[in-house]
Every structure is written in structure tokens, then in C-alpha cells.
């Protein structure tokens, strides 16, 4: 596959700017896997939430398109009204060229396309099982999920099968023949991407709730007398700080996995460790700010600033070849 494909490069970075910094300091080996894959999950996750749409036609779209990447179907998809439904004129257009998406999967090597459609199987199954959980959620009727388990199912199903994919991908192309605990690096990358999802949850809490999700358990919310609804009033905030801030403490436990597992890659693949430590020395930083912010004011919601950024990046390619200092780029807990 071209690198350059028009689809993996700019209109990628119409679709997500951030991850596109990612995935442009990858091994030109690895882009065009990771970043189609990337690519159709963007295209799934843009038909999952185009709320203007019934959610049982939403499912419908979802299964083709999910039997088009599976192969298992060979007619093109073409999604011409929910494409039509989209105030973002890139996930207009990322709906418009979703077949021609698809039909990169055949640019891959057997083994990679094999890769690439399992974790978006796993993926999509995520964002059907949410669109059925949340089918009749709203503001005046919130929906949340059961357990714990529940969400660690859920943040497994769209993030950490990323880090088992990530992993296999680069284990194959950049380091096959590094010795390495496999099993052990693995398990950190699928709690990298958990601890990237519950981040997200945990940041957009506020949010989801106004539009009838909560990801927070509801066993847990009932084991401190408190119900889902209960979390749109911001006089909660005490009542509900300390189970709030138990799962910034999973979140955290599941970032320092992701930078362990960054700092467990081989030295040499310099390229890889800057794109992981990226987004897991900013999830940490995002964990900081949720830390001292009312998280049940819907007017506080927490933002990494660009300048971070610049800062993060400069400060991992500097202390690069130091690696104390390296490692103490994670600021402790």
C-alpha cells in the first residue's frame, strides 16, 4: 500500500488531527496497517454516533459495513443519507469514500489484513453493543452501565483490542526477533488503550450524562445512595469525588501500564516509544487537571492546551538518549 494514499494522509488528518501526529512519527513499515485501521474505525464510530439517524438503522449500516471489511460481503457500501446527516465536512467525506477505505484492506499482506479485521470486529461490536445499551437513553431517562466489569468490557471492546493490534502489527514489522516477555507486553497494551478510553469517559462524564449515558457502574452509584441522575447536579460533587476519583486511580494504574510498556519496546525503535509515550504522558496530564476540576460542572470540562503538547513532544525527543530522564517524564501519581 502507498503511504501516500490521499485517504491515510490529509483526509486522515481532517478526521483527527491528533492522532495524526501519532501515526506521521510511526515507521513508514507499520503506517499504512495502523492508519487504515484507524481509518475504518473512524468510519464505524461517525456512523454510531450520527444521532439524526434512527439507531436501529444506524445497527443496520454498521453490520454491512462490518460483514464489507470482514469480507464476507462483496457488494460496495455506499451510506448516502448518513453521509448527508453530517454538520463535519470531513466525516462527510470519510463516509462518501468508506468503500474505497474498504477496498485498501486488499493492499495488505494476508497476515496484516487478517489483523486489521479482527480488531475492527472487536471494535464494532463495542459500538453496537453501545448503541443498543443507550438505543432509548436521554436526558430525562439515563442509562448506565451494570458493573465494573461492564465498563472494563466496554473499554477492552473499543481501546485495549487497539493495544493487542498495535502490538502484533510492531512486533511483526519492527522488532520480530527482540526478546521480549510477550505475554507481559501484551497485557500492558491492552491497558493501555483501556486507560486512553477511561480517560475519556471519565474527562467527557458530564457530557455523556446530558445526552443519557453514564459510564460510571450504577451498582456503584446505588452502593453510595446515588443514582445516574443524581450526577447532573453539580451539589453532588462530594457525594460522588470519591468514586470519581477511584477510577482516575484505575486510569492512572492503566497509563503507568502504557508507559512500562512503552519503556519495555527495544531502544533502537525510537520512532514507536515517542508515538506511545505521546498520548500516555498527555492521558497522565488530562488525569492531573480531573484531579482539581469540579467534574460534575458541565462548563468545566478539561483540556490538555496545544502548548502542552509542543512541550510533551519536545521534551521526549530531547531526553531521548538520557534515559533517567526519559523515564521521569511520567510525573509520579
Known sequence: ???????????????????????????????????????????????????????????????????????????????????????????????????????????????????????????????????????????????????????????????????????????????????????????????????LQLVNILRDLPADLRTGRCYIPTDELLARQLRPEDLLDPKNETRFRPLFDSYLAVARGHLEAGWNYTNSLPFGCIRLRLACSWPVLLGMETLRLLARTPVLRPDCRVKVPRTTLRNVMIRTVLFYPFPGMWKGLAPKA
Not at 432509548?136 to 448506565?144: D, H, P
Not at 466496554?154 to 511483526?172: D, H, K, L, P, S
Open 1 to 195: 500500500m502507498a503511504v501516500q494514499n490521499p485517504l491515510l494522509t490529509s483526509h486522515l488528518a481532517a478526521v483527527s488531527r491528533s492522532f495524526y501526529l501519532t501515526l506521521k512519527v510511526l515507521p513508514w513499515r507499520v503506517r499504512p496497517q495502523i492508519g487504515l485501521a484507524y481509518l475504518l474505525a473512524r468510519t464505524t464510530d461517525t456512523i454510531a454516533d450520527t444521532d439524526l439517524v434512527p439507531a436501529s438503522q444506524r445497527l443496520e449500516a454498521l453490520q454491512r459495513l462490518r460483514e464489507r471489511i470482514m469480507g464476507t460481503r462483496t457488494s460496495p457500501v455506499r451510506f448516502p443519507e448518513l453521509a448527508g446527516k453530517q454538520s463535519s465536512p470531513a466525516e462527510r467525506v470519510l463516509l462518501e469514500k468508506c468503500e474505497a477505505g474498504v477496498s485498501l484492506l486488499e493492499t495488505l499482506t494476508p497476515t496484516d489484513q487478517q489483523l486489521v479485521r479482527s480488531v475492527l470486529e472487536v471494535i464494532t461490536s463495542g459500538q453496537e453493543l453501545d448503541l443498543r445499551r443507550f438505543e432509548s437513553a436521554s436526558s430525562s431517562s439515563i442509562t448506565g452501565l451494570k458493573t465494573p466489569a461492564d465498563l472494563d468490557d466496554y473499554t477492552y471492546r473499543v481501546a485495549g483490542c487497539v493495544g493487542e493490534f498495535w502490538t502484533q502489527i510492531c512486533r511483526r514489522h519492527l522488532f520480530p526477533k527482540a526478546k521480549l516477555d510477550e505475554s507481559l507486553l501484551l497485557r500492558n497494551g491492552v491497558r493501555f488503550g483501556k486507560g
